[in-house]
């Protein structure tokens, strides 16, 4: 059993009672709600005539079914519009802290919380989103959960969970040029497997972790749940105070002091205990595409599509479901790969270094002529940014559309949708069959400078070939 | 889909029912409910379209779609079920189709706990077990009654050992799966911990 770790100071902290059974009862210190999964709980305070216990420890945010060509009001698709009225209405009720549309600080809510300074080490965060990982970034305990307990963390504050077991997967030496964050995630989850997280809080650590940004470090996080752990963490760093200090939300003045000291305390160390430890050289990745339907499913640009012989027995069944479906043959190269649509966005990379990373790759170039390319800043803030750069004109020069913020075809819930089984290269997280809207739609999932590279030769390419 | 639907309450501690035989692994969320179908704020409806694009592909030889399925309610199934979307969508689909517990190999941690926070019972079993069961479910119905008391489940021919997380078959037998009320029961302590908190504190923002 893992001690004295990051996660097992922040658990004991938040723990409120021990349940009858052996789960324990768990304070939230931030909860996070957005439209999808935030209705039906609402509904079922007002079913238990329950009121929300601490109205001000929650924040709401509209994402998943914003359209990102139009968003004028009433929206053009009426369930849409009655979903962002439903969090309007229960956000006024409840006085519930909401950015919405305009407000400058909507946008995707994994994306929002950080730019915000809302989240911060030491706490621990919910949110009805698997991708709620993603605050691990900053050392936080964060993870996804139902739409009961949404209900149970408005009407309570608190959770019944498990503890988690914790796995440190430690990461040696540096991503080389041309390789992301996004690479070395979607490398871990195919060495361990899209299962080997179930029960587990991943701590990411090692001298390529200390050296990644905030923002790649929470693409790391967020897609731990990709590899099974719904709750991924990094240990808060110089970096990691360096990005909260000044934000809206962030501790000010003498709090900002004993925040610090605080925070550093945190820290698993020398005398931390895991449940498991793993150990990978980064300095081995290099560009990573998924093949197949689950996210594990990936290899290198240059590496060939696996044939089943050299699978285990256990990834068999559904790499045959794979090749089928994405229309592969085994010992095909992944690399040249026609694309139809090429997606920069996501929680995953859909922040200002994501864009800013693709920018540099499409500069003074024009994508290819059979490809419809789009690109949908993370936030508000990420496209007001984005404009100051003059980043959205490198987009709309090279034939990108620029888009409103929102979640978009990452899972497709406006109409931002793939057609037929069209290839997407995309810089989300989920590569699942039909998650990008189209029941055979294919998805490529690779770093947003991946898909820069692609949008250009219409072709699934190598990006080291296009910097210097 | 069944035409009335009551959801479970109180206490869980036997069910019986007719098996239905899912294959694959890593079967996810977004393939027990697509997206398009969360748009709505309210669970009513989800049954009809379990597994919508799926049973569409296999145009009617999906098991949710076989009428010897017709009125199952155990839920078969490989390793890694539910993995991806947190969306209680996925649940509350399968529950509303008629599904009252699953048997898998292995499950996704949150659509586990999705699973248990509405009442319905999550059980592993070996690969081998489970392919056995699932070879049995090709030929002949198999019902099972289970026990949660002592994690055991029957049939004619076979008696299996099933495993459940310990605190989740106590919560079943006492009822407290639906852990608002045993949550609320703590409102002292509730606040006393959040006056402990270091950032509340510091967070002068949260007012």
Redesign the interface.
Known sequence: MSQDTLFDKVWDLHKVSSLPGGSDQIFIGLHLIHEVTSPQAFGALKDKNLKVKFPERTVATVDHIVPTDNQSRPFKDNLAEQMIETLEKNCLEHKIRFFNIGSGNQGIVHVVAPELGLTQPGMTIACGDSHTSTHGAFGSIAFGIGTSQVRDVLATQTIAMNKLKVRQIWCDNKLSKGVYAKDLVLHIINELGVKAGVGFAYEFAGPAIDDLSMEERMTICNMSIEGGARCGYINPDEKTFIYIKNKLCAPKNEHWDKALTWWKSLKSNENSIYDDVIKLDASKIEPTVTWGITPGQSISINQQIPLLDDLSPNDKLVAKEAYEYMSFKPGQLIKNTPVDVCFIGSCTNGRISDLRVAAEVLKDKKISKNVKAFVVPGSEKVATEAKQEGIDKVFKDSGFQWREPGCSMCLAMNSDKLIGNQVSASSSNRNFKGRQGSPSGRTLLMSPAMVAAAAINGKVSDVREFIN | MKSEFTPPIGKISHLKGKCISLI???I?T??II???F??????DSLGESVFE??R??LKGSHPFDLEENKNASILIV???FG???????A?QALMRWGIKAIVGE?????FY??CI??GIPCFTLPKKSIEEIQNYCDNKFLFLEIDLKNSLAKSKDLSLNLEI???????FL?G?WD??S???E??N??EN??Y????I???????
């Open positions: 694959g692994n890593d996810d977004d393939r697509p997206a398009r969360l748009k709505c704020v309210n669970f694009d799926d569409k592909t490989n390793s890694n993995c991806g979307s947190s969306r209680e969508h649940p292995s499950f996704a941690d949150i706990s999705n926070a509405i997380k310990e605190s989740s078959r106590k919560m006492s407290e852990a608002t045993t949550l609320l703590n409102g302590l509730i911990k959040f402990q908190l270091p950032y504190k510091f967070n002068t923002h949260f007012s």
